[in-house]
């Protein structure tokens, strides 16, 4: 039986393949190499080649990862990438695609940096609790920068626009290259001992990583950590973050920045003065009236006029006492009146006068006729006067009408 013939791959899939088999072998390379044929598009992604004197190999390193890079990259730089294999199928080439690039030998300034770091942070030289806040309205500002630079001529600006009347102490030093940072450490306590400085910006405009390397200097943060005052860091790079920026009291994206942040503007800071006068004379002023108040209410009077009050008063309840005494006895008066119409009504004289007669013997008062006998005295008791009378003969009342 003949043997089949092989299909063949067409290029998209021998591409296809070969991105696989890249990316399955090289998933993270890591290439030291010179740049050539550097382009910057203006879509923000950058397009060069990395070559030794053997070999060349095509770069792209997009826009999101650049932004990263420290420095500005140029042709002939001596360069370490981080990246990833890939086939460009439209040119059938291999790419490089970098996430990271620094520079030759950065790796080894960078470990140095990390355990500098790591070192004064255990020491508590970054430690939030340690830092002190701004003067409100500092009396003298200190500068420790270079005299020369556009920094010191930003923060001039600004506090000549803010507040005019607070002095400002220039101490001119070196802001980069060998020496720096031994310089700013000299200008820190030119300041200090000068003495006329509540708070001290120290720093520098924008650079490369190089240009701001005396920042991360240890002798300089362990100075700015013993300043007598507060010290704002205005290292003008807001990518990194410097040593002097974790040590400052405060950290300032621009040496502009920092002088904003040192003093408050005078215009804002007189119309918070003038409400606050405002406001503490509306609070007197009530408070004198309510005073007054109070104290016209507690003014002693004439004792003559409270004694006549008082006589009055007395007249008062006195008539109030006679015409209650009156009212009440009228009332015991007419109950009375009642109770005696009552009881009246009840007499046994009030009988006599209608023509009855009471029946006495020995004393007590005939009911029956049968508790009497022939011959017996009764005594009658008449509404006027008495008489004595025998009795002849008795009748008993009839048995149905007995009770």
């Keep these: 039986m003949p043997a089949t013939a092989p299909t063949p791959l067409t290029v998209s899939e021998l ?16 290439l030291r190499g010179e740049i050539a044929n550097f382009t910057a598009h203006r879509s923000g992604h950058w397009y060069f080649s990395l070559q030794d004197p053997g070999a060349t190999i095509s770069c792209v390193m997009f826009r999101g990862h650049n932004q990263r890079v420290r420095f500005r990259p140029k042709v002939g730089d001596d360069v370490v990438l981080t990246g990833q294999l890939d086939v460009y199928a439209p040119a059938g080439r291999v790419n490089l695609v970098a996430r990271r690039m620094q520079k030759a030998g950065e790796g080894d300034a960078q470990a140095k940096l990390d355990a500098l770091k790591q070192k004064l942070q ?13 003067p409100a309205l500092p009396r003298g500002i200190g500068v420790a920068t270079s005299g020369s630079g556009a920094a010191f001529h930003d923060i001039d600006k600004v506090l000549a626009r803010r507040f005019p009347s607070v002095p400002v102490y220039l101490a001119s030093c070196r802001v980069q290259g060998p020496g720096a940072a031994d310089s700013v450490v000299d200008a820190l306590r030119l300041l200090w001992e000068h003495g006329g400085s509540d708070v001290i910006i120290v720093g520098r405009g924008g650079g490369s990583r190089e240009d701001l390397a005396a920042f991360d200097d240890e002798a300089l943060a362990r100075a700015i950590a013993a300043s007598p005052v507060p010290v704002v860091s205005a290292v003008g790079h807001e990518v ?87 009212r009440d006895l009228l009332r015991r008066q007419q109950r009375l009146g009642a109770v ?23 004393g ?36 149905d009408r007995a009770e």
């Design 364 to 399: 007590q008062a005939v009911r029956e006729a049968a508790s009497l006998a022939p011959g017996d005295l009764l005594d009658l008791r008449l509404h006027r006067g008495a008489a004595t009378v025998q009795v002849q003969a008795v009748r008993p009342a009839p048995a």
């Design 122 to 134: 255990a020491e508590g030289l970054f430690a939030e609790e340690r830092k002190r806040p701004l």
């Design 240 to 326: 990194d973050v410097s040593v002097a920026d974790l040590v400052a009291d405060v950290r300032a994206a621009t040496p502009s920045h920092a002088a904003e942040l040192v003093v408050p503007e005078a215009d804002a800071l007189a119309a918070w003065v003038g409400e606050q006068l405002l406001r503490m004379r509306r609070r007197l002023s009530d408070d004198l009236a309510a005073r007054r108040r109070h104290l016209r209410a507690l003014r002693l009077r004439d004792p003559r006029q409270r004694l006549a009050d008082a006589r009055i008063r007395c007249d008062e309840l006195s008539d109030r006492l006679v015409r209650a005494a009156d």
């Design 340 to 362: 005696a119409s009552h009881l009246d009504a009840l007499s046994p004289l009030r009988v006599l006068e209608r023509g009855y007669a009471v029946a006495l013997h020995d």
């Design 15 to 30: 591409s296809r393949q070969l991105k696989d088999v890249l990316n399955g072998t090289f998933p993270d390379v890591l």
